[in-house]
Structures are given as C-alpha cells and as structure tokens.
C-alpha cells in the first residue's frame, strides 16, 4: 500500500516527505482530503469508496470541480460509526 506522504505529494499537497507528527498538523490544517488519503485513513482500496460513493453509501463526499473531497470530520465519523462496542468496561 502507498504510504501517505506519497499520497499528499501526488496530489501537490506536499512537496516533500514529511515525519508522520507533521503530517497529522498537516491533514488537521486541510480539513478535506482527496479519496487517495481518504481511502489510506480508513485502510479500504481506492476502488471501494469509489464503490460506495456511486451506491450512495458514506462516508459522505463532495466535489471541488472534478476533484472528490472528503472532510476529516466526516471521516472520523464514518470510522467511528463502525465500532464495535463490547460488554467491557
């Protein structure tokens, strides 16, 4: 799997390799990502949320032009909603 600064640098949202801390400051200042990055943060194939976007499924999306966009936010809420709760405390 592609790692994330690649994935940033393809899309020119960084110019060169960054350590991981920077990274996050980076994604937490964009507030959107592209579904390259989308798709690493929720560890699924590309081709996946390309699926579930044309079934309508989320996590939800919006387009900047051509570009597909995903806001952190929304992400997170995706991710938060496939949790398994157990009977633990």
Same mark, same amino acid.
């Given at each position: 799997?592609?790692?994330? @600064? =690649?994935?940033?640098?393809?899309?020119?949202?960084? @110019?060169?390799?960054?350590?991981?801390?920077?990274?996050?400051?980076t994604l937490i200042?964009?507030?959107?990502?592209?579904?390259?990055?989308?798709a690493w943060l929720?560890?699924?194939?590309?081709?996946?949320?390309?699926?579930?976007?044309?079934?309508?499924?989320?996590?939800?999306?919006?387009? =900047?032009?051509?570009?597909?966009?995903? $806001?952190?936010?929304?992400?997170?809420?995706?991710?938060?909603?496939? $949790?398994?709760?157990?009977? $633990?405390?």
């Amino acid at each position: 799997m592609t790692n994330l @600064t =690649d994935l940033l640098a393809k899309d020119g949202l960084l @110019t060169c390799k960054e350590n991981m801390q920077e990274i996050l400051l980076t994604l937490i200042k964009l507030q959107h990502v592209n579904e390259y990055v989308a798709a690493w943060l929720l560890g699924i194939a590309v081709q996946t949320l390309r699926n579930r976007r044309t079934k309508g499924e989320p996590p939800d999306y919006f387009k =900047d032009g051509k570009r597909v966009m995903y $806001r952190i936010g929304d992400l997170l809420h995706y991710k938060e909603g496939q $949790r398994v709760k157990t009977g $633990r405390q």
